[in-house]
């Protein structure tokens, strides 16, 4: 499993939030799909597997969706994939809401419907405003 660090409104892993498609691609790597994740988004995604990118309108990352294959680490602690309950204690901004935790002051979002972590969500400041 990859460990990845993620420094909220800042980086997750080796990508930067607010980098470029191009920067973003230079350090992901070539083995992506680009896809559009619903009829009404701005712009493509970027799928690598086991994280996706998002974009803006200019092609500036403004999010990084993780999935299980990766263990993301925040300031020192696993918060991802674990529980809600350790998530929720690691970042404390974080909320309960209909499917998972959300965090409007650290852009941070976890899927999990079912009480079963499904993703975790870094993104730029605002981007759950």
């Known amino acids: 499993m990859n460990l990845w660090t993620a420094n909220p409104l800042t980086s997750?892993?080796?990508i930067k939030l607010g980098a470029t498609r191009e920067a973003v691609r230079a350090v992901a790597g070539p083995e992506?799909?680009?896809?559009?994740?619903?009829?009404?988004s701005e712009n493509t995604t970027d799928d690598y597997g086991s994280f996706h990118v998002?974009?803006?309108e200019?092609?500036?990352?403004?999010?990084?969706?993780v999935f299980p294959e990766i263990e993301v680490v925040v300031d020192g602690e696993v918060v991802f994939p674990t529980t809600?309950?350790?998530?929720?204690?690691?970042?404390?901004?974080l909320e309960r809401d209909d499917d998972g935790l959300i965090s409007t002051e650290k852009s941070i979002g976890i899927y999990a419907p079912h009480g079963e972590m499904e993703s975790i969500l870094f993104g730029v400041q605002g981007y759950y405003d």
């Open 32 to 40: 992506f799909e680009e896809f559009r994740k619903s009829p009404s």
């Open 54 to 56: 998002y974009y803006d």
């Open 12 to 14: 997750v892993g080796p």
């Open 84 to 93: 809600l309950e350790k998530a929720a204690a690691a970042i404390p901004s």
């Open 58 to 65: 200019d092609d500036t990352c403004v999010a990084v969706e």
